[in-house]
């Protein structure tokens, strides 16, 4: 059997895939990786599907032991990233041996990175998923964060797997401010001339209150013209609400069903990956763009 053993699970690491999808008529979140481009990435590298598990890292990487010889690709959040002590590079094939120890010496830029590794994780599917919802605490390994001594298996790995690089111009650059692409949400017009125009010409701040479930904003309050408050209705990733307070919150991948706030509008979904990279004190601003302008 295949396995790694946790030796340090850094600050929150948990097993994502593409998420559970299918399920949220019935209360269930998708889950899934905040930044799918990176784990997409990760696991091509490595000659797995798009869709399967990674180890996604929040802000401070684990210590991973390896009991056998395999490929691992690392993409994401630049943690700086070592085997054995030697530097290694991101968004490329890695050969790792018997009894290597993968670790990260800090975060430089982005928040979260995605560890594949060759064969993929084996845990159980849950609705469809292996993705870890932490609230529900169903999916990944246990349901849980990963904790010191966990010993998880992995796949068989192919002998004879090509290395590969992802291309310099596909690798994203991760900056402390961006500008979100959105498209008007259901209710935009449930909000003041001036209260569209404040969402649109302001720059906001991630709070502390930034998790897998939602970031909420800081900075010019947006007005309604009545009240915040909907009949409960759909809410996809990206879906940015807007409660009486007037701050911005985006709805993330562990996000609810559905909401009964305000839904001013949506963040394209090739900029998700970038928002999920954001930590808090960083900066966001929103500029409205139509269907056609994306297609």
Known sequence: MNKITIKKPGLLSTIQDAGRWGFQKYGMPVSGAMDLYSLRRANELVGNGSKEACIEATMDGPTIEFFNDGFIAICGADMQATLDGNDIEMYKTVRVNKGSNLSFKGLKTGLR???AFSGGINVPVVMGSKSTYLRGKIGGFQGRKLQKGDEIEIGTFNKNLDFKKVPKNKIPFYKEYFTA???????AGHFTVKGLADFLNSEYTLTEQCDRMGYRLTGTKIRHRLSADIISSGIAFGTIQVPSHGDPIIMMAD???IGGYTRIGNIVSEDLPYIAQLKPGDKISFKEVK?????
């Open 113 to 115: 990175t995605y560890i």
């Open 181 to 187: 692409r959105i498209i008007p949400g259901p209710e």
């Open 255 to 257: 996000r609810q069903t």
């Open 291 to 295: 269907l056609n302008d994306i297609y």
